[in-house]
Each structure stands twice: as structure tokens, then as C-alpha cells.
Nanobody, 117 residues
Framework: QVQLVESGGGLVQAGGSLRLSCAAS????????VAWYRQAPGKQREFVAG???????NYANSVKGRFTISRDNVKNTVYLQMISLKPEDTAVYYC???????????WGQGTQVTVSS
């Protein structure tokens, strides 16, 4: 199976931008549907954006128009370009397969995104 490692998080001011990366290993990356999820303190993990093997995308309503998911199959990497960040976007961001369910032990470390007011 594909292994995914998140990076690119950081501390930004409201209105700023970040680009997250999800580096994948495996021989069938291009055939996988990948999604970004996030979990804020005290809240459940939620879906943010997904992209399938055909390049079709879907976004949570809260990030539509601000976040863009893309993939580079040559680099085995999925990206999440985030603009106009809000404090409400503060969370640990994870990448994983889009297909559900995802077992608890299939989640990685994630990358922290903190948006200050």
C-alpha cells in the first residue's frame, strides 16, 4: 500500500497562505484517490479536500474558493494550496486515502497549521 507523509505546515497570520505537501511512496500512487483531512483541538477529524485518480476534486464547503488540491504523479506528491487562511483553519492536517473507512492506525503524524488573528 501507499505510505503518505505530510509537510509544509506552519504559523501564519489570517489572510496568509500555505502550501502543504503529501509525499507518497508506492508503485500505484497514480491509481489512488487521496484526500486532506484536518483535526482541530477538541474537534473530530474532518474531510477538507480530495482528488481521485482522474483528477476530479471535491472540497468541504468551509474551504471552497480558498483551498486547491492537486497532484503530481511524477513526484508522487499531493498538494494543498491554502489561501485567505482563517483562524478557524487552525488544525493538524493529514493526508490519507479518500476511500473510507480508514483504520485508526493508518493515520500519520500530520502537519500543524496555525493561523493567528
Amino acid at each position: 500500500q501507499v505510505q503518505l507523509v505530510e509537510s509544509g505546515g506552519g504559523l501564519v497570520q489570517a489572510g496568509g497562505s500555505l502550501r502543504l505537501s503529501c509525499a507518497a511512496s508506492g508503485s500505484t500512487f497514480s491509481r489512488n484517490a487521496v484526500a486532506w483531512y484536518r483535526q482541530a483541538p477538541g474537534k473530530q477529524r474532518e474531510f477538507v479536500a480530495g482528488i481521485d485518480s482522474g483528477g476530479n476534486t471535491n472540497y468541504a464547503n468551509s474551504v471552497k474558493g480558498r483551498f486547491t488540491i492537486s497532484r503530481d504523479n511524477v513526484k508522487n506528491t499531493v498538494y494543498l494550496q491554502m489561501i485567505s487562511l482563517k483562524p478557524e483553519d487552525t488544525a493538524v492536517y493529514y493526508c490519507n486515502r479518500w476511500r473510507l473507512p480508514i483504520p485508526d492506525d493508518y493515520w500519520g503524524q500530520g502537519t500543524q497549521v496555525t493561523v493567528s488573528s
